[in-house]
């Protein structure tokens, strides 16, 4: 047992006019949005390695952070468990996710290491079964051991591709073990630092071989969760092969897994590749390729990847729609992927970060919602595309340029241009957010 969190009460909703730090002012688990439970519509995650792994450094200095469970002992494993499961229950968080190293000590080889990571398995599935939250995903961590300093599955050394699958098959075994719903690969390392020293066609060839592997496992452990990617353009490396939905999307057609892996879309990375969260959402739903989001959000000067809690309803608002337009979450969910900054000390801290993301997002979905049930934004949207309907444009998309020629000369077809009314629609989302 640990005390770490012993003064802070659970969470509970108090509605929006509560003054009360320690309270949810507009997440209501139970609130119904569009015929569903609020809690079922944003399937919220708490991330292991920013709260309990992460020892709050910066490239600048180390730890800021001192806290009881930090050292390399199994003890202290489940002491960061016990803390772990504390913070869960306070704040009545359906699902969290871990990576292996987040959750056992480092051994000294491949078997020293699995066996450390059981041993925590089997302490996380008495605490599940105990009323813990369920596993949303599992994943390796493949990149900061200094083995994985030249890439995982897309190293030059065949001994660190060996290392990562045999890795890569106990992170499966351990999230299939505790009926994860899903399992991420994010390549933290997949990538290169310069072309000088690149073979990019072996490397991507490479890649594409191990994220088969992983899938022909999945089938035969018998896995029916989502293999997630989660893209991210760059940080650590100069380059990552996973760059963003679109770039994923040719990878898993070049291999044949388009209809086997799906993606996990992290709001930072969508900006550190130059998109929107909600283009990046937006996009892989449209290629059927939409799996989970990393909830969380960049400064916008540093240019690096920070990090921060959400905390701003519109931007949210405008990820929920895209969402809820696609159907809603399968077996994804909201992982908040997100750490305190390296000054904020206190246990209160933590929790009342994971407080302010979790009304910040709920604020978000029923806005989005509410915009989606108004239908505004879709009618205008379909407004635009009505000609499309038309018998004759449809005919035209399978005939030929000659006839089309032929076609426009005959008709005098002379196309006069019409307002796409973007603040029109801008000024419709503020009514909401
Ligand atoms: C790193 C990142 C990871 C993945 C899981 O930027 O987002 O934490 O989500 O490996
Ligand atoms: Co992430």
Redesign the pocket.
């Known amino acids: 047992m640990t005390d770490f969190f012993a003064d802070i009460p659970e969470i509970r909703f108090e509605g929006p006019g509560s003054t009360n730090e320690f309270a949810f002012r507009h997440y209501d688990p139970d609130e119904t949005v569009m015929g569903k439970r609020m809690a079922d519509h944003l399937r919220f995650a708490v991330?292991y390695?920013h709260n309990f792994a992460w020892p709050g450094g910066d490239p600048f200095g180390g730890q800021t952070f001192e806290r009881p469970w930090f050292g390399d002992t199994m003890d202290h494993a489940k002491m960061k468990a016990d803390a772990a499961f504390e913070m869960f229950r306070r704040l009545g968080v359906p699902y969290f996710c871990f990576?292996d190293a987040d959750v056992r000590p480092e051994g000294a080889d491949f078997a020293e290491n699995t066996r450390n990571l059981m041993e925590i398995v089997e302490y996380f599935g008495e605490k599940m079964e105990a009323g813990g939250p369920k596993l949303l995903w599992g994943?390796a961590?493949l990149f900061s051991h200094r083995r994985y300093m030249a890439g995982a599955a897309t190293n030059p050394d065949p001994d660190v591709f060996a290392f990562a699958a045999a890795t890569v098959k106990t992170c499966m075994d351990a999230t299939h073990r505790l009926g994860g719903e899903n399992y991420?690969l994010?390549g933290?390392r997949e990538g290169y630092e310069t072309l000088l020293n690149t073979d990019l066609v072996r490397e991507s060839e490479q890649a594409g071989r191990f994220l088969s592997m992983v899938v022909d496992y999945k089938h035969k452990l018998g896995f029916k969760g989502t293999i997630l990617v989660?893209p991210?353009p760059q940080e650590p490396t100069k380059h990552q092969y996973d760059y963003d939905v679109g770039t994923i999307y040719g990878f898993l057609k070049r291999f044949g897994l388009e209809d086997e892996v799906k993606i996990?879309i992290?709001c930072g990375?969508a900006i550190l590749a130059g998109h929107s969260f909600e283009h990046e959402i937006a996009l892989a739903a449209a290629l059927g390729i939409f799996g989970s989001i990393?909830m969380n959000r960049n400064d916008y000067q540093c240019g690096w990847?920070t990090d921060h809690f959400p905390n701003s309803t519109p931007e949210v608002a405008l990820a929920y729609y895209e969402i809820l337009r696609a159907g809603g979450f399968d077996t994804g969910g909201t992982n908040f992927?997100a750490k305190l900054r390296r000054q904020s000390l206190d246990p209160a801290d933590m929790i009342l970060a994971h407080v302010g993301a979790m009304d910040v997002c709920a604020r978000g979905l029923k806005a989005a919602a509410a915009m989606l049930e108004d239908d505004g934004l879709e009618a205008a949207r379909r407004a635009r595309y009505a000609g499309w309907n038309a018998p004759e444009a449809q005919a035209m998309l399978g005939s030929d340029l000659a006839s089309i020629a032929a076609r426009v000369e005959s008709e005098g077809i002379n196309p006069s241009p019409r307002s796409a009314r973007q603040e029109r629609l801008e000024n419709l989302v503020n009514r909401f957010v």
């Open positions: 991330a390695w990576h994943t961590n991420v994010w933290g989660e991210k996990n992290e990375h990393d990847d992927d």
